[in-house]
């Protein structure tokens, strides 16, 4: 095949391969779901089935190999001398391709009701009264409050099996939702959110369920949602699929999900890059092909969006050019797979690319955001490229006394909802290039132009003050600070936690290498971390 596609040869190859990829997954998940049959001639007829996929895929690539334009029309000029012999091979090498029949994994468990306590976070009124009997019929003990912090503390203590919030319920609902998600004592209880839309800054996704259903229904989606297998689910590895073709879609999170991972399915650039902004995810499969944006356009922005930029993706195309491959690697791709694939190949090029990017990638293994290392060469570069920008350094003061007083892992959740409020935030008030980094424990690193930073830090400051006072048990918040020791074993008091932000800008001293910028920030940290509260710090104020 030419280097070179003629796009009008491109969407030949699209229109061509595309259902046979289809065909040709359907046909390997039958052989999957089916080869502990009963009955022998099934396994025969599949074999048959699949052999003739091989065939036909084999047969279309040498149409296309000789495809060519001419007058505005496609013409296949092929010898027949040529297509006899080309045919031979093909039906020798399918027979030889068919692969054994893989032994299924156990089909997951019928969903089943389970009794639980199910605590409701939603406005009185008569719909949360009905709501609460229609559940209570299912034999589940019902909680009800109609304040969010409330809802927060007992769900603390009484750690429900569901918990569904309105968040219309109150103002506080916009910073508790996230951190009934993300607090240890909470982030394993199944959460359902009524509403249509989900909110900014989830780190982990609740099911949504429509408020113009009657409370009727909506009890019976709660009822359905305790079994443990819907919520098994939610803990799996989360994978995006794009692909405009919503058969190879399906049969490919089928595939998937069979294989342990969550998935989630758009169909075109624009919403793959929508949903990226909104939400992190594992790994993303990018078909080329799609109808709004180029494959290689959106590859490049989920390249430049912070929640994505560190995402696995691998390219999915009908087109099996080397000049494809590398232009897609070098766009920042970390493999490719040609249609029609093998499924158990898929499979183990996914869990290859999330081993691989797990142990090279550099994120934070606590936020997935960037680590030193992408942290030094994004500061470099800009330096490098002679451009303007500041940088933000972030640290979370009394951190340490409430990590010794809460412990680690609720101490990691508030590394988390800072994380998501600097991500939110640059993606808000931001350029698209800006960068968010972690440099480890409480610190981050922020990077954009210098006429946005004290929009983003006033921003920053809001929401972590908003959140703060949610991270501490109900007396403490109450007294405002916690009891602990200091770095000498003495008896002291510790606010609630805030943030101290340092701004250094190459637009008040240039910065000539990378260990200036550190220097630069350490010198005016000193006088934010004396200001009681939140506070950011700019150079030469």
């Given at each position: 095949?030419?280097?070179h ?9 699209h ?5 046979l ?23 025969i007829?599949l074999?048959?089935?699949e052999?003739?996929?091989?065939r036909?895929?084999?047969?279309c690539e040498?149409?296309i ?14 010898p ?8 031979e091979?093909?039906?020798?090498v399918?027979q030889?391709?068919v692969?054994?029949?893989?032994q ?8 089943v ?11 009185n ?5 009905t709501l609460?009997?229609?559940l209570?019929?299912?034999?589940h003990?019902?909680?009800m ?8 503390d007992?769900?603390r203590?009484?750690h ?7 968040p ?14 993300e ?11 009524l509403g249509?839309h ?7 996704l609740p099911?949504?369920i ?9 009890a ?19 994978i995006?699929?794009v ?6 879609a ?5 595939q ?5 991972f ?10 793959a890059l ?6 992190p ?9 799609l109808?709004d944006l180029?494959?290689f356009?959106?590859?490049?922005g ?6 994505s ?8 195309s ?14 920042g ?17 996914v869990?290859?690319t999330?081993?691989?990017s ?10 997935r955001?960037p680590?030193?290392?992408a ?10 490229q ?8 972030c640290?979370?003061?009394?951190f340490?006394?409430?990590?010794d ?9 508030v ?7 600097l991500?939110e935030?640059?993606?808000n008030?931001?350029?698209p ?11 981050f690193?922020l990077?954009?132009s ?11 400051i ?10 501490y048990d ?14 000498q ?24 290498h ?19 509260g939140?506070?950011?710090?700019l150079e030469?104020?």
């Amino acid at each position: 095949m030419n280097t070179h596609v003629p796009p009008e040869i491109d969407q030949l190859i699209h229109a061509v391969m595309s259902p046979l990829t289809s065909i040709h997954s359907t046909a390997q998940l039958l052989q999957r779901c089916l080869s502990t049959s009963e009955h022998a001639q099934v396994g025969i007829l599949l074999s048959v089935l699949e052999r003739n996929v091989v065939r036909l895929q084999q047969t279309c690539e040498c149409f296309i190999h000789h495809a060519s334009i001419h007058d505005q029309h496609i013409h296949i000029s092929l010898p027949v001398a040529y297509f006899n012999a080309e045919t031979e091979h093909i039906a020798q090498v399918a027979q030889q391709a068919v692969p054994q029949t893989q032994q299924r994994r156990p089909s997951h468990v019928p969903l089943v009701s389970a009794v639980g306590q199910i605590l409701l976070l939603i406005p009185n009124g008569t719909t949360s009264t009905t709501l609460s009997t229609a559940l209570a019929r299912y034999g589940h003990q019902i909680h009800m409050v109609h304040n969010s912090v409330e809802g927060l503390d007992l769900a603390r203590t009484l750690h429900p099996t569901l918990i569904l919030i309105d968040p219309e319920v109150d103002a506080q609902s916009e910073f508790i939702i996230p951190l009934l998600s993300e607090d240890p004592e909470t982030k394993s209880t199944r959460l359902a959110l009524l509403g249509q839309h989900m909110p900014a800054g989830q780190t982990m996704l609740p099911q949504l369920i429509n408020p113009q259903l009657t409370p009727e229904q909506i009890a019976t989606m709660i009822n359905g949602m305790i079994a443990p297998d819907v919520h098994a689910r939610t803990t799996r590895p989360h994978i995006l699929i794009v692909d405009d073709e919503s058969d190879i879609a399906a049969m490919l999170a089928h595939q998937l999900e069979d294989d342990g991972f969550q998935t989630t399915q758009v169909y075109s650039g624009t919403a793959a890059l929508r949903l990226t902004r909104e939400q992190p995810f594992d790994l993303i499969l990018l078909d080329l092909m799609l109808p709004d944006l180029d494959g290689f356009t959106v590859l490049g922005g989920l390249r430049a969006q912070p929640k994505s930029q560190l995402s696995p993706i691998i390219l999915v195309s009908a087109i099996n050019s080397p000049t494809e491959k590398v232009r897609g690697l070098q766009l920042g791709a970390d493999d490719y797979i040609t249609k029609p694939y093998n499924t158990a190949e898929l499979s183990a090029r996914v869990l290859a690319t999330l081993r691989r990017s797990e142990r090279e990638g550099g994120a934070n293994p606590s936020t997935r955001l960037p680590g030193n290392i992408a942290i030094e060469r994004a500061i470099n570069r800009r330096i490098t490229q002679g451009e303007a920008f500041a940088v933000c350094y972030c640290d979370i003061d009394n951190f340490k006394a409430y990590n010794d007083s809460y412990g680690f892992l609720k101490g990691d959740a508030v590394i988390k909802r800072t994380a998501q409020i600097l991500l939110e935030t640059m993606s808000n008030l931001g350029n698209p290039e800006d960068f968010v980094g972690h440099i480890g424990g409480d610190d981050f690193v922020l990077i954009s132009s210098p006429e946005r930073v004290e929009a983003i830090c006033r921003s920053v400051i809001r929401q972590f003050d908003a959140t703060a006072p949610f991270f501490y048990d109900p007396a403490a918040r109450h007294r405002g600070k916690i009891c602990g020791e200091d770095r000498q074993g003495r008896p002291a008091e510790f606010p609630i936690v805030t943030l101290t932000i340092t701004v250094v800008s190459s637009t008040h001293q240039p910065f000539q290498h990378l260990g200036e910028v550190a220097q630069r920030s350490i010198a005016i940290k000193k006088r934010g971390k004396r200001t009681p509260g939140s506070v950011y710090v700019l150079e030469g104020r």
